[in-house]
C-alpha cells in the first residue's frame, strides 16, 4: 500500500479541481454520497486507487448525511455514477499526478477532459491542455462489466493525439479505481 498522503475532501472539490465551479460543488458531492449510501459506505470510507504497480489508499471525506430527498433527486444511478466517479477522477488526478483539469471537453472528442499542469495557474493560455482525462464509473462490477474491461475499452477508443491520455475507471462498491497512462 502507498503512503497516505492526501484526503477526498468532497465539500471541497473546487479547492483542488478548478474545472469544478464553487456553485457546482454541491452537486458533485451529492452524487458521490448518493453512490457511497446505495453501496453502505459513509463519510471516512477508504478508497484504493491502483496506479501502475503502486496501489494508494485515499479516504473520502464529506460533511453530512444522505437523506431520502437526495435518494430520490438521484434517482437514476446511471447518471450518479457518471457524475461521481467524473469528481473522484478528478480528484484522483489532481492528488496522484502533476495535473488538473482545466476544462471539459465536447462531445465527440473520445475524452471527458482536458488536463494542465498544476503549477500553471494562468487559465488565460492558449496551450494550457498537456494531457487529456477519460473517466468511466462502475456501480458494482459483475463478470462482464469489470474495472479492467472498461479500461480495455477505453484504450481502444481513444484516438490518436500528441497529448497522452489519462484514464480512471471508478468502482463504488469496494470503492476502488484504477488509473492508466495512454501515450
Avoid at 478528478?90 to 472528442?109: C, K, R, V
Avoid at 494562468?122 to 477519460?134: G, M, P, Q, S, V
Wanted: net charge negative.
Amino acid at each position: 500500500m502507498g503512503i497516505l498522503m492526501y484526503e477526498i475532501n468532497l465539500d471541497n472539490l473546487n479547492h483542488y479541481t478548478p474545472v469544478i465551479s464553487s456553485e457546482a460543488v454541491g452537486f458533485y458531492k451529492e452524487n458521490c454520497m448518493v453512490c457511497f449510501h446505495h453501496e453502505g459506505y459513509k463519510s471516512g470510507l477508504q478508497m484504493t486507487v491502483v496506479q501502475g504497480s503502486t496501489t494508494h489508499t485515499l479516504p473520502v471525506i464529506w460533511v453530512g448525511s444522505v437523506t431520502e430527498q437526495m435518494v430520490r433527486s438521484y434517482g437514476d444511478l446511471s447518471k450518479a455514477v457518471d457524475h461521481a466517479a467524473c469528481a473522484l477522477a478528478l480528484s484522483i488526478i489532481h492528488h496522484l499526478t502533476d495535473f488538473s483539469a482545466i476544462e471539459q471537453s465536447a462531445i465527440g472528442t473520445t475524452i471527458d477532459y482536458f488536463l494542465g499542469l498544476k503549477e500553471n495557474n494562468d487559465e488565460t493560455l492558449i496551450f494550457n491542455h498537456k494531457a487529456r482525462l477519460e473517466v468511466s464509473g462502475i456501480l458494482k462490477e459483475n463478470s462482464s462489466n469489470t474495472v479492467d474491461r472498461r479500461i480495455r475499452s477505453k484504450l481502444r477508443r481513444l484516438s490518436s493525439s500528441d497529448l497522452p491520455a489519462l484514464i480512471v475507471v471508478v468502482e463504488f462498491s469496494r470503492p476502488w479505481s484504477k488509473m492508466v497512462r495512454h501515450e
